[in-house]
């Protein structure tokens, strides 16, 4: 006898969302009556607002990805946060938004992503590390961390470091990858000497036009014929003054586990780009065809396709600046307050890509008015910036915060994941935080 499995709330939602509305609640149209008090029962407290609530919209107590779960897995490592584990292998952890409620992002709060296997820790000193720059150079270099430290002028910038698929787990039908909610993002004190200075050196030939990059992690099969990620940029990104070999973090060493002793870090683009434990950067008269570059990999179509179509991406371009995306840091998501509460103090980061962030809005009641936030100016180009505000709440009950950023092009962020694609690249909808009060 085959038995039917029983479908999970967001699985009615996502496939007929009227349909799930009407299941759930007894819902058909304006939430009311039965349906409206079978809801409340199910969060936990009246819905102030209930009058705005669109239509097919699971609350987003039950909808946000992660959070959602009643016990998502746990990423442990010495020295960092409980964050969530979206992979063991490769190791991959995410940072639950309310921990990035710094300017500077702590080591601790520092999500981790792998592609391959992570090397043995060095035993020896980490100036004698080796990178070469070959290529499409005048002067192939072979240089020891030592003599970058002692050859180029250092910098110190804060930069944001976003991974491609942040916001996948947004996406209807799901795609493939971590299923990464917002906190696939950091904004770390980088210090290292800029790309270009090392490029100079080299000197670039007349047809330098794309770099490719090579680290130390093998690859996740063991196999050591294969790289475990190897992607590459366009030579004017490699030129950028943020564009840095990064040898320290926040004043101290880059740890093991961000990519040490020497890593990239290419700022507002995926941060696949940021190749750890770099040993090698080639400079070519052509795109890179390394591990993660063509087909569908860090690559979103040009025109929509059909959402779960099948498509090899043979008319996907790269990924390039990142989109404007916005995250909540002062209150968790499915955070219980006082009795009483009648206003929330808010505040979070925004940024996006190699633009800056125009504005940050709010709304409680499902998106029928918004509020704007101060928005702070980046501390440097290419840094996060920090978004404050206050709004009111009219009773006890069950809220929603809506935050939503726009950036200094004048593009805000959808209410719904845009563009998808088979690996799930560039989903930036606004997002909902879940507030009981009472």
Do not use: D, E, T
């Given at each position: 006898m085959v038995q039917k499995r029983e479908r999970s709330i967001q699985e009615l939602y996502r496939d007929d969302p009227e349909r799930a509305d009407a299941l759930a609640?007894?819902?058909?149209?304006?939430?009311?009556?039965?349906?409206?008090?079978?809801?409340?029962?199910?969060?936990?407290?009246?819905?102030?607002?209930?009058?705005?609530?669109?239509?097919?919209?699971?609350?987003?107590?039950?909808?946000?990805?992660?959070?959602?779960?009643?016990?998502?897995a746990v990423f442990r490592m010495e020295g960092k946060a409980e964050l969530i584990l979206q992979g063991d292998r490769p190791l991959v952890g995410e940072t639950p938004e309310h921990m990035l409620d710094e300017a500077v992002t702590s080591y601790r709060y520092f999500f981790v992503r792998n592609n391959g296997q992570i090397p043995e820790p060095l035993t020896t000193d980490p100036n004698a590390w080796r990178l070469t720059i070959d290529g499409e150079v005048n002067t192939p270099l072979t240089l020891t961390l030592g003599e970058l430290r002692s050859r180029f002028p250092s910098v110190t910038r804060q930069l944001q470091m976003e991974c491609g698929g942040n916001g996948r787990a947004f996406f209807t039908p799901q795609t493939r990858g971590n299923q990464w909610g917002n906190g696939a993002i950091s904004n770390g004190e980088w210090t290292g000497v800029r790309l270009r200075d090392v490029l100079a050196a080299a000197g670039l030939k007349p047809g330098a036009a794309f770099t490719g990059h090579f680290g130390a992690d093998p690859h996740l099969s063991g196999a050591t014929d294969r790289q475990a990620i190897s992607r590459g940029m366009p030579i004017a990104k490699a030129m950028d003054e943020d564009t840095i070999i990064a040898f320290a973090l926040n004043g101290q060493p880059v740890p093991h586990i961000h990519g040490a002793p020497v890593r990239l870090i290419v700022p507002g683009w995926p941060g696949s780009l940021s190749q750890k434990w770099l040993t090698r950067i080639t400079i070519l008269d052509k795109p890179h065809t390394g591990a993660g570059m063509g087909g569908t990999s860090y690559r979103i179509p040009v025109r929509p396709i059909v959402p779960g179509s099948n498509n090899n991406g043979a008319d996907f371009v790269d990924m390039t600046s990142m989109p404007v995306r916005s995250i909540l840091s002062s209150h968790a998501h499915g955070s219980r307050l006082a009795a009483g509460t009648r206003s929330l103090d808010l505040r979070g980061a925004a940024w996006a890509g190699d633009l800056s962030v125009r504005a940050v809005d709010v709304s409680v009641d499902f998106g029928a008015s918004w509020t704007a936030m101060q928005v702070a100016a980046p501390a440097n180009r290419h840094a996060w910036q920090r978004w404050q505000g206050r709004v009111a709440l009219p009773s006890d009950g069950y809220f929603e915060v809506w935050y939503r950023a726009t950036d200094s092009a004048g593009k805000m962020q959808p209410f719904a994941a845009a563009n998808w694609n088979p690996q799930g690249y560039g989903a930036n909808p606004i997002s909902r935080a879940a507030i009981l009060v009472g």
């Open positions: 609640w007894g819902r058909r149209g304006m939430l009311k009556g039965a349906a409206l008090a079978s809801m409340g029962a199910a969060l936990g407290g009246s819905i102030p607002f209930a009058r705005h609530m669109p239509g097919g919209l699971l609350p987003a107590l039950f909808a946000r990805p992660a959070a959602a779960q009643s016990a998502p």
